[in-house]
């Protein structure tokens, strides 16, 4: 029962550098997302994919970049790493809109 | 526009007491209303969902909320906290139309004084 993992948990950058972060499921589900996680500001929605092929702006895009080929991954990616990316990154996905969204770990990203 | 607004970024009760944690929305259309838990250094997860059937809604470890259309609210309660409750609590909402979205409050740190 994997359920949506999320792969580094912990990582460093240097301004400037890029990274992807790794979200997968195993259930099937047509939607997934990603949030960051800042203290005080809740989670707020950063991309999102609706199926295979199709995605979609959040309220936070800008700095990331997101891809859809297929059901099970969704990856996120940082083109150029900013301190203001610091954050811990969410990967959820979801059957439909009235079930509940499974979150993975989260991955803690430190931006020096 | 949707938001979402949890009152009180940090609420303490004594063991045994009870938990309110609140949660006001707005809408222009129908909500699905979710309250997850998130412990320490985990990611979230689900304890209620409202999503138009009864409109008191239970969860689990004993919390249940409430659907108020009328006050545009969803609130947490627990009659009695543990002290395993410690945790922070977020409120999220989605809409019956548009893409799946989840919008979350910024969220409420219970602490359980012993």
């Known amino acids: 029962n994997a359920g949506v993992t999320q792969t580094p948990k912990f990582q460093v950058l240097k301004t400037g550098q890029s990274m992807t972060l790794q979200c997968a499921q195993d259930m099937n589900h047509e939607y997934m997302s990603w949030y960051r996680q800042d203290p005080g500001m809740g989670l707020r929605l950063i991309h999102y994919s609706v199926g295979a092929g199709i995605t979609d702006q959040g309220e936070v895009p800008n700095g990331y970049n997101v891809s859809r080929s297929t059901t099970e991954d969704f990856p996120l990616r940082l083109l150029s790493a900013a301190p203001s990316q610091t954050s811990v990154y969410f990967c959820a996905s979801t059957l439909d809109r009235n079930t509940e969204a499974f979150f993975g770990q989260g991955t803690r990203l430190t931006v020096v | 526009a949707q938001s979402v607004t949890q009152l009180g970024s940090h609420v303490s009760v004594s063991e045994g007491a009870l938990v309110l944690l609140r949660c006001n929305y707005s809408s222009s259309v129908p909500p699905y209303l979710f309250w997850y838990v998130q412990y320490p250094n985990q990611g979230l997860q689900l304890l209620l969902k409202y999503t138009s059937a009864a409109t008191l809604v239970k969860g689990i470890n004993g919390f249940e909320a409430e659907f108020k259309k009328s006050e545009t609210s969803f609130h947490l309660t627990k009659p009695s906290a543990h002290m395993s409750d410690a945790a922070e609590y977020f409120c999220?909402?989605?809409?019956?139309?548009?893409?799946?979205?989840?919008?979350f409050g910024t969220g409420t740190r219970l602490t359980v004084i012993p």
């Open positions: 999220a909402v989605s809409f019956q139309t548009g893409a799946n979205n989840l919008f």
